[in-house]
């Protein structure tokens, strides 16, 4: 891991006299997706702030590969009612190059036929494609992507996740994923970082979904569905083969600690 | 008639043009009633060029863009809502620059002209500094068109984007205080706001892109301008202020049409 491309070192940030991370430590690989879970307010947003450069720690560090090109599609964005703008133009905002190079993102995430929309009339979902595609369209190192599904039927969700798999398997850039609701995203991640603050445990989806710091979190209720889309997941690897070296699915290797 | 009229109608299409634009912004970032402070402040800069006896145009860009900067400061504190914290800095300013105006006892000073503007005073010297200012911040906007809307659009996204948010946003604060410059001895400091938002707004109703959007605003602004000084001239009304009514019957015709997407 001596390439990583953004780690995480012992950060804490206090928010408004309230500690939203504690001690918190994070390794983001090329070519590895991983997940970041934990209920509401567990501070996963300003996690993914701090890898990508708009907050700052209080204490630890943060460090980025020099160079680096950051993809992000934040949880929301509004356009103001003021601002006419069209999906192309808003994707010339992220690559003022080529059209043919938008009309491609846009492609990718299956709303070509939106480029000439404007932004403010997009439904959830399609703003979620076009926020995609214009993170994409920078050709990042690292995707950084804030609750992808939301607004996203379930067969969307699916297809946006096999997306994800896709684009990492292509370009080989690193891919943080932050969610709340696990069933989709487990089957779909190298490793799942379960943060309540801290980290309270890490590893494979499988390691994790076992430990009981994580079935403190968030109860046997996810994990009679996980057994379900667990058993998806293996089966994607049949298909495709072992592309991405392995050796986060290489057995139970997890770490993770218990709650008093 | 033409020989009078020639650098006041001058005079303002320069504002006018870049006022399309900027009021584009104004519009956009809701910052309105931030236009509208540090116009205010521009009289205090005003009262300070007569005591210092320094050069009217640099005291009110730089009292302008000091009073920007500082509000950027304190709008990052949590007590003060916004727009509270704008009424009270607009109307201190304003209270302060006609006192420090009325204590100027060695010149006759002309309140009602920098407050309302006095379009028909200007000469062909300040028709030249204002040219001069307008092209710069018209080139200033083009060089900068895309990182100024992209943090017009989301912040966040720029910044990942690798955009220079915090500079970018000095530089349309700093664009703002020369435009409010160039208004003091054109259309006034209390008037340069609807000059601002009417165009931008009519603009709003027919442009389907940002470029649109700034474009007619400049259009509808020059138009104004045209149409309210001849309006002045005729009726014998005074300019600025009938520059302004201009303005807003050109707006109420753009809300006769459907709006644009």
């Known amino acids: ?260 | 008639m033409i020989e009078l009229l020639a650098p006041a109608l001058l005079a303002g299409l320069a504002v006018a043009v870049v006022a399309g634009p900027m009021g584009a912004f104004v519009v956009w970032r809701r910052m309105a009633f931030f236009g509208d402070t540090m116009a205010n402040s521009a009289l205090l800069g005003a009262a300070l060029a007569l005591a210092l006896q320094v050069n009217l145009y640099l005291a009110v860009s730089a009292a302008c863009l000091t009073v920007a900067v500082v509000l950027v400061g304190l709008q990052r504190q949590r007590q003060i809502a916004d727009d509270t914290l704008l009424g009270i800095v607009a109307h201190i300013t304003l209270a302060l620059g006609v006192i420090a105006l009325s204590l100027q006892d060695s010149v006759q000073v002309d309140l009602f002209a920098y407050l309302f503007g006095d379009l028909l005073a200007v000469g062909w010297s300040d028709v030249l500094a204002l040219w001069a200012g307008a092209v710069l911040i018209l080139a200033l906007l083009v060089w900068q068109w895309r990182p100024l809307l992209s943090i017009t659009v989301n912040e966040d996204l720029a910044r990942v984007e690798g955009v220079a948010v915090t500079r970018t946003r000095l530089l349309l604060m700093l664009l703002l205080a020369l435009l409010i410059t160039g208004a003091i001895r054109t259309v006034g400091v209390l008037l340069i706001t609807s000059l601002l938002v009417m165009p931008a707004a009519g603009g709003r109703r027919l442009a389907h892109t940002p470029e649109q959007m700034a474009l007619f605003a400049s259009l509808i602004g020059l138009a104004a301008v045209t149409l309210g000084l001849t309006l002045s001239w005729y009726a014998n009304t005074p300019v600025g202020p009938s520059i302004v009514v201009t303005a807003a019957l050109l707006f109420g015709l753009t809300l006769l049409r459907r709006p644009a997407s």
């Open chain 1, 1 to 260: 891991m001596t390439d990583a491309l953004v780690t995480v070192d012992h950060a804490a940030l206090t928010l408004g006299g309230q500690a939203v991370l504690e001690d918190v430590s994070l390794t983001l690989a090329p070519g590895r997706i991983t997940t970041l879970i934990g209920p509401n307010g567990a501070g996963k947003s300003t996690l993914a702030r701090l890898v990508l450069g708009l907050a700052r720690p209080d204490r630890g560090r943060v460090v980025r590969r020099p160079g680096l090109t950051l993809g992000y599609m934040p949880q929301h964005l509004r356009v103001d009612e003021s601002l006419p703008l069209t999906v192309d133009r808003f994707l010339w905002l992220a690559a003022p190059g080529r059209t043919g190079a938008r009309r491609d993102a846009l492609q990718r995430t299956g709303v070509a036929h939106l480029r000439r929309r404007a932004v403010r009339q997009l439904s959830g979902g399609e703003m979620q494609r076009v926020l995609l595609a214009r993170a994409l369209l920078r050709r990042p190192d690292l995707l950084v992507l804030d609750e992808p599904a939301q607004g996203v039927d379930v067969a969307g969700q699916d297809a946006l996740y096999g997306l994800l798999g896709q684009v990492r398997d292509e370009t080989g850039c690193g891919i943080l994923l932050i969610s709340h609701d696990l069933h989709l995203v487990m089957a779909r991640t190298d490793e799942v970082v379960c943060l309540h603050h801290h980290v309270c445990c890490s590893g494979t989806p499988e390691a994790v979904s076992r430990d009981p710091a994580y079935q403190r979190l968030f109860g046997t209720h996810g994990m009679a569905n996980l057994a379900l889309y667990t058993h998806q997941h293996d089966h994607d690897h049949d298909l495709s083969g072992d592309v991405h070296g392995g050796q986060s699915h290489g057995g139970p290797h997890h770490r993770g600690h218990h709650h008093d």
